[in-house]
């Protein structure tokens, strides 16, 4: 009972929240809309004994995908009201489209069968007293070792790719050179000088600089000093 | 766990994924002049795999069935393993010129190698996605990699978008088959297709599954991206695209057809005729007015997949043969002809278009020779190769009573020799334009292996026909 009643409660608020990610003028607001739906959804994973399939929902599409689109509708201002301008003209073709899709869905249904062979090949056996994450994990660094590691063989295509599309040597950005930074000497940079009191001030000459930059500084500014 | 795991089927691939992730490490640490050390390693480290590759022992299955090694996969991934290996030859010099030599090149052709590789050895459904995902995502960067090159990147682009349509279009008929058969796995879904009439769904799933894989082979009505793609990308890339990953989608076709979709031969036939005919047709008629070298080449890789299907029709050991034969040849002479667009290099830059050719027979005899040589195989002349491989994949169609395909096969390659024959023309009877600069050793040994492959085949051709015979007798018979 409490669980039909809850599934009801999520199904409801999933669809509501489906539809105003469609509806919703603002697109910020849209994809703070899709947030729920995934939440929704995976609560209803979790109706369905599915927990690591929910919190996998949770994690990655909360988590990297939705934010990912909210930092991408935030940075990109896109205006959607304008790419929504001919929706009432193409309507009609639309609406034409999607009652084809539907009939052929229907017609898919009513001659819907399985092969012969297909019950006997989808009777897996579950293993008792495993739970679905132990059971999945099980299942996926023995059976599946092969397509796990090569799937991250992809990923890790994927990074190379993002790396060598995007990456640029830029010139002249100031970088960090910490071996530089510790080869500093004191005597490079400081220089003491003993002051007479009330003789004033004096221009002390710059000592030998380490970096050519600051080199030409000393010598453009203070014309004074020299080396 | 010998019987379940028995990676040591997958050592080819193993070695070939751990030297990659190695020579990744040694180009970020060595950054400077990483490209010098890498690319040839990488040469090396494809050539020790296709040793590997050769010695392993078949027919193995392994990874509880998901990974299948018999005789097809092995000539299949030796021819993949070659033509990536001249490939990669083919852009050390181009790089350097181009301003391109980045330590990744080689790298992801490395892993593209990889995923050919998994596809071609693949017994499921999941691990031919995986395998393929694997080398299409690795060919996109390649054909962008020339990022501050607009058309460069409009083709790595039209190619992940179109590309990522193909795989969804693939993974859908993969998901209603496995909806309809129970399983993913090749022998379930040949017993659940063979145990009775063939569910709808399973048709549906396998015309999903040929349309996505048509797609990778660039077959008509799926060319579209091809002249794009091979236009926009960068000399060595078009190389590597027109052999390998073609090879390597045309065997995995063969395998899907002919092992889980065998008993539905009736089903598959008419799709692949129709492809082959269309293919044939559009290679021959629109290559007529490119001026481009780089798109008339796209133009004749559809008309050869068209030929290499018409063997695939036919089916039977003679027809698989047939299409492993004309795979093989096309693989020597495209990449030798590729040398040659390679060597098209003139002060200030690349030249791409045929007239750029001009006199070619005065300033580089030898290049010229070479080039006519490959343009005569391609149209089918007879004593050269490609005359043998469009004869093989002829007759395995009459034999299999397929007599209108190889009409228009034939009729198709009479127009397809005009601009193959035109090209010839330009290089021996046009007045010369200017020399191109010094042929690259590299270049020159893919183009010279290439060339006297092609106008020697003729004199020993008894190697490579035992061993094609030996593959599709191992597809039919597991």
Same mark, same amino acid.
């Given at each position: 009972?409490?669980?039909?009643l809850a ?6 608020v999933?669809? $509501? *929240? ?7 003028r603002?697109?910020?607001? $849209?994809v703070?809309?899709l ?6 959804a995976? *609560?209803?994973?979790?109706l $369905? ?5 929910a ?14 689109f ?6 990109l ?14 309507l ?5 489209v999607?009652?084809?899709?539907a ?12 092969? $012969? ?22 299942i ?13 063989v992809?990923?890790l ?9 995007t990456?640029r ?11 530089a ?31 050519g930059?600051?080199r030409e500084?000393a ?5 004074h000093?020299?080396? | ?25 040694l ?5 400077r002049?990483? !490209?010098?050390?890498? /690319?040839?390693?990488?040469v090396? !480290?494809l050539?020790l ?6 010695g ?8 509880? %069935?998901?990974?299948?090694v ?16 001249f ?5 050390l ?14 790298i992801?052709?490395l ?11 693949a ?7 995986? %395998? ?17 090159d607009?058309?460069a ?12 349509l193909? /795989? ?5 008929? &993969? ?8 399983? !993913? ?9 063979g145990?009775?009439? &063939? ?5 549906v799933?396998l ?7 048509a797609?990778?082979? /660039? ?5 579209m ?12 890339v !078009? ?9 390597a ?6 395998r ?5 979709? %065998? ?16 293919s044939m047709?559009?290679?021959a ?17 559809i008309?050869h ?8 029709a036919?089916g039977g050991?003679e027809?698989?043969?047939?299409v492993l034969?004309?795979?093989t040849?096309?693989?020597?002479m495209?990449l030798?002809?590729?040398g ?7 002060? %200030?830059g ?5 007239e750029?050719l001009?006199g ?19 149209a089918?002349?007879p ?6 491989a ?18 228009v096969?034939v009729?198709?390659?009479v ?11 330009? &290089?021996y ?9 010094a042929?690259?050793?590299g270049?020159?040994?893919v ?9 020697g085949?003729v ?12 593959a599709?007798?191992s597809?039919?018979?597991?």
């Open positions: 009972m409490i669980v039909t599934f009801y409660a999520f199904a409801a999933l669809i $509501a *929240a489906a539809a105003m990610v469609v509806l919703a603002n697109p910020v607001h $849209a703070l809309y947030i729920l739906a995934f939440f929704n995976a *609560a209803l994973f979790l $369905a004994g599915a927990e690591f399939l919190m996998i929902l949770v994690i990655v599409y909360v988590g990297a995908v939705a934010v990912l909210l930092f991408v509708v935030m940075m201002d896109v205006n959607f009201a304008e790419l929504r301008e001919g929706f009432v003209r193409y009609p073709i639309g609406a034409v999607g009652v084809i899709l009939a052929e869905l229907l017609f898919l249904a009513s001659v819907w069968s399985l092969s $012969a062979e297909a019950p006997r090949l989808l009777a897996e056996p579950v293993p008792a007293g495993v739970d679905n994450t132990t059971a999945l994990g099980l996926l660094y023995t059976d599946y070792f092969y397509l796990f590691q090569a799937s991250g992809i990923l295509v994927a990074m190379i790719g993002a790396i060598v599309l990456l040597d830029r010139p002249g950005v100031k970088r960090q050179d910490v071996a930074q510790t080869a500093r000497r004191v005597e490079d940079t400081l220089a003491l000088v003993k002051m007479k009191p009330g003789s004033g001030m004096i221009v002390v000459p710059k000592p030998e600089a380490s970096r930059e600051e500084r010598v453009e500014h203070t014309p000093g020299g080396h | 766990m010998e019987g379940i795991l028995n990676w040591h089927a997958a050592l080819p691939e193993l070695v070939l994924a751990l030297a990659a992730m190695a020579l990744l490490m180009g970020v640490f060595l950054r002049g990483a !490209t010098d050390i890498v /690319s040839p390693l990488s090396g !480290t050539a795999t296709a040793v590997l590759v050769l392993s022992d078949r027919p193995r299955v392994a990874f509880g %069935g998901l990974f299948l018999d005789d097809f996969a092995v000539f299949v991934k030796t021819a993949v393993l070659g033509a990536a290996a490939a990669l030859v083919l852009s010099e181009w790089n350097r010129r181009e301003r391109i030599e980045r330590f990744e090149y080689p992801l052709v892993f593209a190698a990889l995923g050919m590789l998994m596809m071609v050895s017994n499921d459904l999941m691990s031919l996605y995986v %395998g393929l995902e694997l080398s299409s995502l690795s060919l996109y960067v390649l054909a962008a990699v020339r990022r501050d607009l058309r990147s409009e083709a790595g682009l039209k190619y992940f978008v179109l590309g990522a193909a /795989s969804a279009m693939m993974l859908y008929g &993969m998901s209603l088959t496995y909806g309809f058969a129970g399983t !993913t796995r090749y022998e379930g879904i040949a017993s659940a297709i145990a009775g009439p &063939m569910a709808i769904g399973l048709v799933g015309c999903f599954v040929a349309a996505g894989l797609f990778k082979v /660039s077959a008509v009505p799926f060319h991206w091809t002249p794009d793609v091979y236009e926009g990308a960068p000399t060595p !078009t190389a590597f695209f027109s052999v390998a990953p073609k090879f989608a045309i065997a995995v076709l063969m899907v057809l002919a092992g889980p979709f %065998g008993a539905a031969v009736a089903q598959w036939t008419q799709i692949i005729v129709l492809l082959a005919i269309a047709l559009v290679g008629f629109a290559a007529l007015r490119q001026v481009n070298i780089k798109r008339l080449m796209a133009y004749s890789s008309g997949v068209g030929y290499a299907l018409i063997g695939l036919a050991e027809g698989l043969r047939s034969l004309y795979m040849i096309y693989v020597v495209n030798g002809v590729f040659c667009i390679v060597a098209m290099h003139r002060q %200030g690349a030249c791409e278009r045929i750029d001009a070619l027979s005065e300033t580089a005899p030898g290049l010229a020779l070479a080039m006519a040589v490959l343009m005569f195989a391609m089918g002349i004593p050269l190769a490609g005359f043998f469009k004869l093989w994949v002829f007759l395995a169609a009459i034999e299999a009573g397929l007599w209108p395909l190889a009409v096969g009729l198709a390659s127009v397809s020799a005009f601009y193959y024959l035109r090209i010839v023309k330009v &290089m009877f046009d007045k010369p334009v200017g020399a191109f600069e042929l690259h050793g270049v020159a040994v183009v010279a292996f290439s060339s006297i492959l092609t106008a085949f004199l020993l051709p008894s190697p490579l026909l035992m061993a094609a015979g030996g599709a007798r597809l039919l018979v597991p």
